[in-house]
Structures are given as C-alpha cells and as structure tokens.
C-alpha cells in the first residue's frame, strides 16, 4: 500500500520498500512485521516495525536532511528533558529506489492530545511548559539554526500571500491585523535558545491527559522562545492559554510574537495543505480561529 503523497518531489513508499531496505540494511530485524502508520505527517512516512521499532522515510528532500541532525542532537537533548523524545537506533542510506537517508527509531506508545476541557487540559498546559522550559535551558552551545530561526518581519511576504490567497476561506482583515500587531512586538533581548519550533498535535503523545513524549523534531535548533508559544493555539483551549503562560513565564512580547508565530505557521498550512491533507488543514483552520476568537474578546 502506498503512503499518500502530499509534496511534488515526493517518491512512493509502501511496506513493500520498507522491507526491501530492513532486509538489506538491517538484517537483523528482517521479518519482522511491517505496518503503516497514520498519513497525516507532512515530513516523514511512518511504519511500524514490529512492537518496538518505527521507521521514519523522509517525504522530501529538505526532510531528509534533518535525519543527521536529530540522530546527533537528540541523544545529547534527552537526558535534560522531562518527557520522552525519540531513540534513534539506526541511520539508513539511500537503496532499494529510495532516495535518501531514512531513520529506524523506538517505538513510543501513546496518542495525540485532543482536549477540549479547560480543566482537564490544565495538567496538560503545565506539561508542556515544563517541557517547554527544560528545552530552552539546554547549553546552546554548538547548536544549529533552527527552521524557524528567522524574524517574524522575514515571513511578512510569505503571510500576505497566503492571506490574499485564503481571502474566500478566513476572515483575512481580521487575521491581517493581528499580524501587523505581532510585527510591532518588542524583537527577543535574549540569545537564542533550543527550540522545538513544531509543537503541534501530531508531535507530541499523551497518556490520560499528560505529557508523555514529544516526537518530530525536524524544525529544532536555536531560536526565539517565542516561537514554542504556539501550542497554545496548535493544542490548548482557550481556558488553559493562562494557566500555560503563567507556567511557561510568558512576557507580553514573546506572547504576542508568539501569537504571530502560530497564525503565520496556520496560515501556510493551510494555504499549502488544503487539498493534500485534511488534518493539518483542519488543524490551521482551528488555530487560525482561535486566534482570531481571542483578538474578538480582546477587542
């Protein structure tokens, strides 16, 4: 069964390659039953390698380049960090008609948070800050940029495209306003630190209402704290944005840039994924009115 393609350049992948390139490569967990999971991630096709293992094949190019990074980076994060994140146990090569490099990694139980309850989501909130908190005092030392290193005023462009691009799908007048807000914000003082730079949904895994493992980190590197706000709109209702910004120990600024952070990311999802995946267009379109609900109140 092929994975579903979301991307122009991306090549096919199916169980039947997965197998191929375990046989070939990694001998030693040939036979093992291979299954997909999900279609929803953008960045990489997932399959489920026997109880224990998940092999990750990069959707593009760009993607693919991440692979050495998070094998490098992530086994020096973990051991600061209060949740799981992905093990790394084995770095693949280009064969078998696939492309690039491709990753084999633990297995990690759990589901993404769906959470709809302010109260409930309260524990949750304070999770996420903490681990939030614990990632930006790792030593930044030696660290790369991350994909999301750039300023707020460096996606101004990009954002006006989309908003003229989704004039008939979202109030773009509304959504144009908090933005330009979001521009006037105070820049970070601060060096930049270590940042997730995706914490979405589909990233991060729960187990009766906590934080148990954050996964994906293909956007990490160094940055603005601010950026790392935007699971307060990507994951969090509205009763639970306080509690998380008082955890996270929010200022006015990174708050209101990280309002821009979120609305620019949801904006370009859903310009590019509108009719290539319902999830994460789905997600945007979530986002993209919670913000816009908060800026009504405000108002």
């Not at 593009?60 to 146990?89: F, N, Q, Y």
């Not at 990311?265 to 913000?291: C, D, K, P, S, W």
Request: aromatic fraction near 8%; proline fraction near 8%.
């Amino acid at each position: 069964m092929s994975a579903d393609r979301m991307h122009a350049d991306e090549p096919g992948t199916d169980d039947a390659l997965v197998r191929r390139l375990i046989a070939a490569q990694f001998p030693r967990w040939s036979g093992l039953p291979v299954e997909r999971v999900g279609a929803a991630g953008t960045s990489n096709a997932m399959y489920r390698l026997g109880a224990d293992l998940v092999v990750r094949l990069p959707r593009t190019a760009g993607s693919a380049g991440d692979a050495a990074k998070e094998h490098h980076w992530l086994p020096r994060l973990a051991p600061s960090l209060p949740v799981a994140i992905p093990v790394p146990l084995g770095a693949g090569v280009p064969g078998e008609g696939y492309p690039w490099p491709w990753s084999v990694y633990a297995w990690i139980d759990g589901s993404c948070p769906v959470v709809e309850d302010p109260a409930e989501a309260a524990p949750l909130a304070r999770d996420l800050a903490r681990f939030i908190t614990a990632l930006h005092r790792v030593d930044p030392t030696g660290g790369p940029p991350s994909y999301r290193s750039e300023s707020l005023a460096a996606r101004d462009s990009a954002v006006r495209a989309a908003l003229a691009d989704l004039s008939a799908e979202i109030d773009t007048g509304a959504a144009a306003r908090v933005w330009e807000a979001a521009l006037r914000a105070p820049a970070p003082t601060g060096p930049p630190v270590w940042i997730h730079a995706d914490l979405q949904p589909g990233n991060m895994l729960t187990a009766n209402g906590r934080l148990t493992a954050v996964i994906d980190f293909g956007c990490l590197g160094l940055g603005d704290v601010a950026v790392d706000l935007i699971v307060a709109w990507y994951v969090l209702p509205a009763g639970a944005r306080d509690t998380f910004r008082a955890a996270v120990e929010a200022d006015d600024a990174s708050w209101v840039r990280g309002i821009g952070w979120a609305l620019s990311i949801a904006l370009m999802e859903l310009q590019y994924y509108r009719e290539t995946n319902a999830f994460m267009a789905g997600t945007a379109r979530h986002v993209i009115a919670e913000i816009l609900a908060g800026q009504r109140q405000r108002a």
